[in-house]
């Protein structure tokens, strides 16, 4: 049986949202998630295919998609662990990867910046899961420590705020009708953990060389994403999720009673951005390289 995270653990609180506030939405709009995110992996791993016969450590790997695509990149003589706070998204991936008959990935509940590593990984990948550390130079020197000498850190984080549309229009159509959420608040030198804390190319070339990474390069990448097959379904997961979602569940109940209004104006603009691909908007994100 899966422990229950620890309340005194760096990233407890992170632990807690990923095993239970979340869990139901990503599961609901797994679909709209994994095409969106797989389109800035799908760039990363074309750019920089892992080796055949590479041992590779996935943190933060959700239900399991980028491992398994790891796992048929490295072929039966690899290896891959995946890694994540969620015990619910392990049970998932778990079983996809027996579905697949991918006897070579694994997959363990653990936070990274604390799970102890053994030095033996080729690579340590991440698709968008390594933005929300407490501590990111303790969580990026501990990752460092289960790479062999002159092992791979490949993550992708997202971009600023303002270069995302996805992000950037719902939450400015939220904030027509509701109060934006408080800021959290920041008790160290580096931003507080949320989707965008790696947004700044200086900030995570800071954080790195602090926890030992060299030859660190940052690439962008710059994508359309799908948000929604239908105009429902976008309004559905874009008012859930992301920097609109966060707009919604702080207002509560004003929220509930504007959500009317909400859904009217969101719908007229993701009617321009509708295609027989989707509903899609720009997205933008970093790939970021580093040696151990």
């Known amino acids: 049986m899966p422990t229950e995270p620890d309340a005194s653990a760096p990233n407890a609180e992170q632990a807690a949202l990923w095993g239970d506030l979340y869990v139901e939405r ?9 095409a969106g995110a797989a389109a800035h992996s799908d760039v990363a791993l074309r750019r920089h295919p892992p080796a055949a016969g590479a041992r590779v450590l996935d943190v933060g790997c959700g239900f399991g998609e980028t491992s398994l695509a790891l796992a048929r990149a490295v072929g039966p003589r690899g290896a891959v662990t995946g890694l994540d706070l969620s015990e619910p998204f392990l049970t998932v991936a778990r ?3 027996r579905g697949a008959g991918l006897a070579h990935v694994t997959f363990r509940r653990g936070d990274a910046q604390t799970e102890r590593f053994t030095p033996d990984h080729d690579l340590v990948f991440s698709r968008f899961g390594v933005m929300f550390f407490q501590d990111p130079v303790a969580a990026f020197a501990n990752l460092r420590g289960a790479l062999r000498p002159g092992g791979t850190l490949m993550a992708i ?13 719902p939450r400015k159509i939220a904030l027509a009708h509701l109060p934006a959420p408080e800021k959290p608040a920041v008790t160290g030198p580096w931003p507080a953990p ?7 190319p200086d900030v995570t070339r800071a954080i790195l060389k602090e926890a030992g990474w060299t030859a660190i390069e940052i690439e962008p990448i710059d994508t359309e994403m799908t948000v929604g097959q239908t105009i429902e379904e976008a309004l559905a997961y874009q008012l859930s999720m992301g920097p609109a979602g966060e ?9 509930a009673a504007k ?9 007229k603009v993701l009617r321009a ?6 509903v899609l908007l720009h997205a ?8 151990a």
């Open 194 to 200: 949320g989707p965008f804390s790696l947004a700044k």
């Open 273 to 278: 951005h509708a295609t027989p691909r989707g």
């Open 95 to 97: 079983e996809e990867a």
């Open 284 to 291: 933008a994100s970093w790939c970021v390289t580093a040696s």
């Open 157 to 169: 984080v997202w971009r600023r705020l303002d270069e995302n549309e996805w992000a950037t229009l």
């Open 259 to 267: 959500r009317p209004a909400i859904e009217h104006d969101l719908a």
């Open 26 to 34: 990503w599961t609901h709009f797994r679909p709209v998630v994994t």
């Open 247 to 255: 707009v919604m569940r702080e207002a509560k109940e004003l929220a």
